[in-house]
């Protein structure tokens, strides 16, 4: 009797499938798309309803040749690819080219690499969807007009190497608002008063300013703040009046992408592309010993809070056993999705809660421990009972002013007992401040007091304290998520690669933490909403969402919302074509002085951004980086002279920084820069640095060359990502003559490559 063949899309995920498959199936990966558009033409006959030119994709040619052999004596083809858009487009694309019967060939998804999870999939094959794939191409088709068409303008008029991109360039407008939000924020001045007072019992507490007469008053300058103060000083402290009430806080929602991306954001500062790439490794499977390889989680792509009703009953068991039923809500909780929520999936969760993160730790990496705590608390947390607070406020006259204090006791830790924070959690009403970053009631602890009791000063007394309203803060990875899930700008699986994207671009950089654009992305953003204000409106973006949803749905056709898109945009291209500024041919006076001739330095562009040119050019050929820091600013780095054991400086040479001994001269040892990466050869203790030949082209070796001997080098940037495939440390990438990056694994024997589109 013949096989049957399950394709999937990554090695990793197949191997976890034929272990519960058995012999019975043949399991087989795509190593993701295997047909995509060119990367030498826009491939999209715009004349011809838009019909895409699908190429098979280079390197692909050897696997598509694999899945058709093992295709042709095969009883059944199951496509089990990923159950997103995109594993809908990988699975139509291979059934095109397999040309077996359609009743040979059918989609099964997977919501959960388990044996169960495995079983229902192949219970209820499917057909392809039509309508979600549609939704795909529609999508990579749009993604395609706009950056196969904007990008070349900006490689005249800008740079070369630029790129746009429908969702790209709206994130980065996002970043760029934000900060010229920031500078043109005019702080005000206000300030704060407070009364450390003592009750007839302990503890003595802190109260806040409130107002005047009962009703709540401003201090906007230090004259009325000396006023109050001096009134305080010399006033005597009444309780007028105590609330008490009870507040709740609801459990929380398990995850849906974006969250989960915020919340690894928040706890442990991960990108939103490392935490999909650990969440990846755990819905794949992970090798927990006695069991073999399970996967730990279900999809990690989705924006449903969605659970299924076997999920709920065997959490709901799982608390009642490990919190007790006090802990237990009488029904279980449900969560009301967004408006554009894809429903098809559920939300991301643990695939069993008898495997809690003690017992399969153990078998983890730091990264993935750190996830996987985190999901299944979440995943517990949200069918548990509310958190109830105590919060009581004391109201407290003094002369015809009036101060509040407040304090919240937690008398049922209710969900937070399964997120391991009941004690130290911040009460509901801790997330609300008054617009100054600063909360107008924190919690304090508050001694038991009776209405007309008299209060005394102790302590501090009477603090007064200057202060001024603060601006927006930047943008995190994981707030700027927030904003484009929020503002309906992306889905789930696109969040990583924007926030990638506008970062390789050198459009944004991180300053401790925090979203900066660069000089380069301003001038890009600004160049894009001039011309193409359509492109870059964030509300239009949002709209063009909702129509792709709305393919996958039945409701529009892709052709027509296409013909609609592109007999505006065309026109919009042509007009920046002709009127956009060319950036290099502008100057800008300065008032900086060439040091080899006198005359004034003029600000231009070139190739690498913006430097200082003399104006006496060409009679004098002078020069310089703009706002290039003196070598004595650059910010120190620990690392020892191998040859001295003294501390290495950075310097500036013509190809950038490097690092030279501090003993220099009596010592002329140099190194370049570091790049984090250790060295892959076995025992050699290195590490990758940047190196260059005698033409100037640059590679990078092992720091132990001199040392150890140690010759491995690579041609590429290497990248600090491990291997999906065989799990080693860092990727290569080399940069292609059609835009986008190649990233692969230089292992021997894996053969790991990915491409990232320009777009």
């Known amino acids: 009797m013949s ?13 976890t499938i034929r272990k519960y498959l058995g012999s019975a199936y043949t399991v087989k990966a795509s190593l993701g798309h295997v047909k995509d558009l060119p990367k030498s033409k826009m491939g999209v006959a715009v004349d011809r309803d838009f019909e895409p030119e699908y190429h098979i994709i280079t390197g692909k040619k050897k696997i598509l ?5 093992a295709a042709d004596g095969a009883e059944n083809v199951y496509l089990a690819l990923d159950p997103d858009r995109e594993g809908e487009a990988i ?30 999939g192949l219970a209820h094959p499917l057909p392809i969807n039509t309508r979600k794939f549609e939704s795909q191409q529609a999508r990579r088709i749009l993604d395609r007009l706009v950056g196969y068409q904007i990008s070349p303008i900006l490689w005249k008029k800008v740079r070369r190497g630029l790129s746009a991109g429908r969702v790209q360039s709206v994130a980065l407008r996002l970043v760029v608002d934000r900060e ?12 704060r008063i407070s009364a450390q007072l003592a009750a007839a019992a302990p503890p003595p507490f802190v109260a806040q300013y409130y107002g005047r007469n009962g009703r709540k008053a401003e201090v906007n300058n230090e004259a009325t703040a000396t006023q109050i103060f001096n009134d305080l000083e010399a006033a ?22 974006s969250r989960l991306q915020q919340e690894m954001a928040r706890r442990y500062r991960f990108t939103a592309k490392r935490t999909m790439m650990v969440a990846q490794q755990l819905y794949e499977g992970v090798d927990i010993g006695s069991e073999g390889t399970v996967g730990l989680i279900t999809y990690m792509r989705t924006d449903s809070v969605r659970l299924s009703d076997d999920a709920v009953a065997e959490v709901r068991d799982h608390i009642a056993a490990q919190h007790g039923k006090a802990y237990l809500p009488a029904r279980p909780n449900t969560f009301k999705a967004r408006k554009s929520a894809q429903d098809a999936h559920e939300a991301i969760r643990p695939t069993s809660t008898a495997n809690p993160p003690e ?35 004391i109201h407290i006259d003094a002369g015809e002013h009036n101060l509040r204090a407040s304090g919240s006791v937690l008398q049922f830790a209710g969900w937070l007992k399964a997120v391991g924070d009941a004690a130290t959690a911040a009460p509901p009403e801790a997330d609300k401040n008054n617009g100054n970053g600063e909360s107008d009631d924190a919690p304090v602890e508050l001694p038991p007091v009776q209405q007309g009791e008299v ?57 401790e933490g925090k979203l900066a654009p660069s000089e380069l992305g301003q001038i890009v953003t600004e160049r894009l909403v001039d011309h193409f204000p359509r492109i870059l409106d964030v509300d239009f973006t949002a709209s063009m969402e909702a129509s792709l949803d709305q393919i ?27 009127e956009m500024k060319d950036l290099r041919s502008l100057t800008e006076e300065t008032d900086e002085v060439c040091e080899k001739c006198g005359a004034k330095m003029l600000a231009k562009w070139g190739r690498n951004g913006r430097f200082l040119a003399c104006a006496s050019y060409p009679d004098c050929r002078n020069t310089r980086e703009i706002d290039a820091p003196k070598e004595s600013d650059l910010p120190p780095i620990d690392i020892k002279c191998e040859l001295c054991g003294k501390d290495m400086v950075r310097k500036k040479g013509r190809f950038g920084e490097f690092l030279a001994c501090s003993g220099f001269p009596e010592c002329k040892a140099t190194r370049s820069m570091p790049t984090g990466i250790d060295c892959p050869r076995p025992d050699c203790g290195g590490e990758l640095v940047e190196r260059r030949t005698r033409q100037g082209r640059i590679f990078y070796g092992c720091s132990a060359y001199k040392s150890k001997g140690c010759d491995f080098v690579v041609w590429g940037t290497p990248v600090k990502e491990d291997c999906p495939q065989c799990g080693a440390k860092f990727l290569v990438a080399t940069h292609q003559r059609k835009g986008g990056r190649l990233l692969k694994c230089v292992s021997e024997g894996c053969g790991y490559t990915r491409t990232e589109s320009p777009e």
Not at 65 to 69: A, P, T, W
Not at 180 to 191: D, Q, R, S, V
Not at 236 to 245: A, E, L, N, P
């Open 3 to 15: 096989k049957s063949l399950v394709i999937v899309e990554s090695p990793a995920k197949a191997r």
């Open 65 to 69: 040749k694999e899945l058709l052999d």
């Open 91 to 120: 699975a139509w694309h291979i059934a095109e080219e397999l040309k077996l019967p359609k009743d040979r060939v059918q989609r099964v998804l997977f919501n959960e690499i388990t044996k169960k999870g495995i079983a229902e």
């Open 180 to 191: 010229a939000e920031i500078l043109a924020f005019e702080p005000k001045e206000y300030w």
């Open 236 to 257: 005597q402290f009444v309780v007028s009046q105590i609330d008490k009430k009870e507040r709740r806080r609801a459990a929380p929602p398990p995850f849906i992408t």
């Open 359 to 393: 017992a399969v730790n153990k078998y983890l990496t730091p990264d993935q421990r750190k996830l996987y705590r985190v999901v299944f608390e979440r995943f517990v947390a949200c069918q548990m009972k509310p958190a109830v607070y105590d919060q009581t406020t």
């Open 455 to 511: 209060l005394q000063k102790t302590g501090a007394g009477i603090q007064r304290e200057q202060k001024f309203t603060q601006p927006p803060s930047r943008f995190t990875e994981g707030t700027l998520i927030r904003e484009l899930e929020e503002r309906g700008i992306g889905r789930p699986s696109t969040y990583a690669t924007i926030l990638s994207t506008i970062q390789d671009r050198r459009y944004v950089a991180k300053e």
């Open 552 to 578: 996958e749905e039945g409701e529009q056709d892709w052709v027509a919302l296409l013909h609609d898109f592109y007999k505006p945009f065309q026109t919009e291209i042509t007009t920046a074509m002709r």
